[in-house]
């Protein structure tokens, strides 16, 4: 049995939680929210986040960060990737140097175009763990069999908190390649969006099929550029995570696209989904890196005119179709 304290009590923090306490471990988690803190305290719910749920009574959950933390085995950040740095700020001395810190968000830094672990390592010294793959938190909630990975700079760690995970349901896998686990978790929300904008904009199966298997070959470049290998990219955090991320109800980076597509501008649209998108985010900090490292990423430079320059998404479709002919090859 292990103590693990929560940064975030939405929806995947939540989720994860639940699939930890229903092992055993007594989970405390941190949120800033008192609606969320009293919900989860006293109804055994987070209805704000996910509807439905039976939160175990060995989870509580605090306002105060100090009473959440200190003590715990694991520390999860389950917090948007642009609060990172912050959150892992704010618990340094408040853990112990050797408790493993997880990431569970997805994406790099805006500005310094750092991957979340090099970020976490530059405020503290704990081993980081990141945790990503096909998984959404509304159906981990409910115990709906799912795949991730683990993936650190100290393997043995990594497995230490695949072990802390796993299940009959929940199976982890372990991953050594961390730049191409961090990158294709962080780019697959892109081309989520851009699935989105087809949707909305009324495009078929042909050609959401056509968008993601090029956005793949969009992951590769900018991927293997950055060091990770081809083969993570056709894994659980770039083929697995782009499939669940383009085509599911769940998904909030397809239905801000979604949105956009049906004529809303990008702040309506995350004004409707609720939640942080992370693909937005995402797609201006790899816009400007791949302009950086002279990697070509058209679906990326199409979706980025349309957030930020106000460019009508049809107009892009077509642009992208009437592009000069080329090989399929990355």
Do not use: W
């Amino acid at each position: 049995m292990s103590k693990v304290a929560f940064l975030g009590g939405g929806s995947f923090g939540i989720a994860l939680a639940i699939l930890l306490a229903n092992k055993g471990n007594v989970i405390s988690i941190y949120d800033r929210n008192s609606n969320v803190v009293e919900d989860i305290n006293v109804n055994r719910r987070n209805d704000k986040f996910i509807k439905g749920l039976n939160v175990p009574k060995n989870v509580t959950a605090y306002n105060s960060l100090e009473e959440a933390i200190p003590n715990s085995d694991y520390v999860v950040l389950a917090v948007p990737s642009h609060v990172i740095r912050s959150a892992a700020r704010s618990i340094k001395g408040l853990v112990k140097e050797s408790v493993p810190v997880i990431c569970i968000a997805k994406g790099i830094e805006e500005g310094t175009n750092k991957t979340l672990v090099e970020v976490i390592e530059e405020e503290i010294n704990n081993p980081v763990v990141i945790l990503s793959g096909p998984s959404h938190a509304e159906e981990v909630a409910f115990d709906i069999p799912t795949t991730v990975l683990t993936s650190s700079n100290n393997m043995k760690i990594a497995e230490e908190v695949q072990d802390l995970f796993m299940t009959k349901t929940f199976r982890v896998y372990t991953n050594d390649d961390l730049i191409g686990v961090e990158v294709g978790g962080a780019v697959k929300n892109i081309i989520a969006l851009a699935a989105g904008v087809c949707d909305g904009l009324g495009y078929g199966d042909n050609t959401k099929a056509a968008l993601m298997t090029r956005g793949m070959a969009e992951i590769v470049r900018i991927g293997t550029k950055l060091g990770g290998r081809v083969e993570t990219f056709l894994g659980l955090t770039g083929m697995g995570d782009l499939i669940v991320t383009c085509t599911s109800m769940h998904s909030r980076n397809r239905k801000a696209g979604y949105l956009i597509g049906k004529g809303k501008s990008r702040e309506e649209a995350v004004e409707e989904v609720g939640m942080i998108v992370e693909g937005i985010k995402a797609c201006n900090a790899f816009y400007n890196l791949k302009e950086k490292l002279n990697v070509e990423m058209p679906i990326t430079d199409a979706l980025y005119k349309v957030l930020f320059e106000g460019s009508d998404p049809r107009e892009m479709v077509s642009k992208l179709l009437q592009r000069d002919k080329k090989s399929e090859n990355y």
